[in-house]
């Protein structure tokens, strides 16, 4: 309705035009009145295969991103669900021990406990 009315105030002239043929020549006036319906009909109707091409296409994109999600995942899918705090312990490849077995010394300590009473 807002774009009816749109359309009416920015083109008022034009409007006046067309009621007066209609009013005075009807014969003229549907002329003018047919090719009016028939582009306003199919803008709306173009207007409405856009917005459900967009709806589409917003809908395929969330079903890949939820398909992703999916696959970073793993085995379990979407049924596992991860709380906070939870820790995931992944064993890593073994590397090269970086300092050898030959560097440093092994010094024996004994714990005194000192009392506390002094």
Same mark, same amino acid.
């Given at each position: 309705?807002?774009?009816?009315?749109?359309?009416?105030?920015q083109?008022?002239? =034009?409007? #006046?035009?067309?009621? =007066?043929?209609? $009013?005075a020549m009807?014969?003229? @006036?549907?002329?003018?009145? #047919?090719?009016? $319906?028939? $582009?306003?009909?199919? @803008?709306?109707?173009?207007?409405?295969?856009? &917005?459900?091409?967009?709806?589409? #296409?917003?809908?395929?994109?969330?079903?890949?991103?939820?398909?992703?999600?999916?696959?970073?995942?793993?085995?379990?899918?979407?049924? &596992?669900?991860?709380?906070?705090?939870?820790?995931?312990v992944?064993?890593?490849?073994?590397?090269?021990?970086?300092?050898?077995?030959?560097?440093?010394?092994?010094?024996?300590?004994?714990?005194?406990k000192?009392?506390?009473?002094?």
């Amino acid at each position: 309705m807002d774009t009816i009315w749109n359309f009416i105030k920015q083109n008022i002239f =034009t409007i #006046i035009l067309i009621v =007066t043929l209609i $009013v005075a020549m009807p014969w003229l @006036g549907y002329l003018f009145l #047919i090719p009016l $319906v028939l $582009v306003v009909v199919f @803008g709306a109707m173009l207007a409405w295969k856009v &917005h459900k091409l967009r709806s589409q #296409i917003i809908d395929e994109a969330q079903r890949q991103q939820g398909y992703q999600q999916e696959q970073q995942q793993g085995w379990w899918g979407r049924s &596992h669900s991860r709380n906070e705090g939870d820790v995931t312990v992944v064993q890593t490849e073994q590397t090269e021990q970086r300092v050898s077995d030959e560097v440093g010394e092994y010094v024996d300590f004994k714990e005194i406990k000192e009392d506390k009473s002094k």
